[in-house]
């Protein structure tokens, strides 16, 4: 059984303020990470892909990785009330992806 | 350039009725996959097809079937459909098997 985990939350921040999201998985096989993000009632839009240990940079967006401590999360700095929404933790697993419960975020103007 | 296109958008079936879910997709992606979203949770993989002919089972493939005779088309059977099957199902592809996923819109499905 592949599992990837999500602290649910719900998390809130103040409009300005650095997000944080995190997941765990098990199979340390795992190959490639990515989060989406999923605003109510719309199909998830991927924000972010990593591949290998550290971090990556795309604007307000910063995933990292340890692939030892099989552990990704996802900074997103100066929180705008536009990210408030479900963030989806996926993992790549051979020709499989598996994804988290998810972690809602709402950003308080 | 539609994407991955999914049919219906709603439907709400009798306990027991049987029904296709369509996915199309025009992007000649080799990877596709079927997921159902229950209120509050991630995603859960029912099956998943590397190429045309092939397809596998999923994390929760009980009660669906699918055939994949096409690139472009990886549909969805549900036979006799019961309460538990009622969800929010997408398709989803990709060219890569590390690749970004492409969702469709979602089909909402109520079994009453």
């Known amino acids: 059984q592949k599992e990837v985990e999500q602290n649910s939350g719900p998390l809130s921040v103040p409009e300005g303020a650095i997000a944080s999201l995190n997941c765990t998985y098990s199979?340390?096989?795992?190959?490639?990470f990515f989060w989406y993000r999923q605003y109510s009632g719309k199909s998830p839009e991927l924000i972010m892909s990593?591949?290998?240990?550290g971090d990556k940079e795309d604007g307000r967006f910063t995933a990292q990785l340890n692939k030892a401590s099989q552990y990704v999360s996802l900074l997103i700095r100066d929180s705008q009330p536009s990210d408030s929404a479900t963030y989806l933790c996926a993992v790549n697993t051979g020709n499989q992806f598996y994804f988290g419960t998810g972690t809602s975020l709402t950003v308080i103007p | 350039n539609a994407g991955v296109t999914q049919t219906p958008k709603f439907r709400i079936l009798k306990i027991g009725q049987s029904m296709t879910l369509q996915c199309a997709q025009d992007?000649?992606?080799?990877?596709m996959y079927w997921y159902r979203q229950d209120p509050g949770m991630g995603l859960k993989l029912i099956y998943y097809s590397v190429g045309a002919g092939i397809t596998d089972k999923g994390e929760v493939p009980n009660g669906y079937n699918v055939s994949r005779s096409t690139t472009e088309d990886f549909p969805l059977r549900l036979e006799l459909a019961a309460p538990s099957q009622t969800s929010v199902y997408f398709c989803?592809?990709?060219?890569?098997?590390?690749?970004?996923?492409?969702f469709g819109e979602g089909s909402r499905l109520t079994v009453l």
């Open positions: 990593i591949y290998s240990n």
């Open positions: 199979d340390r096989g795992s190959q490639s």
């Open positions: 992007m000649n992606h080799n990877y």
């Open positions: 989803a592809s990709t060219t890569l098997n590390t690749g970004e996923l492409f």
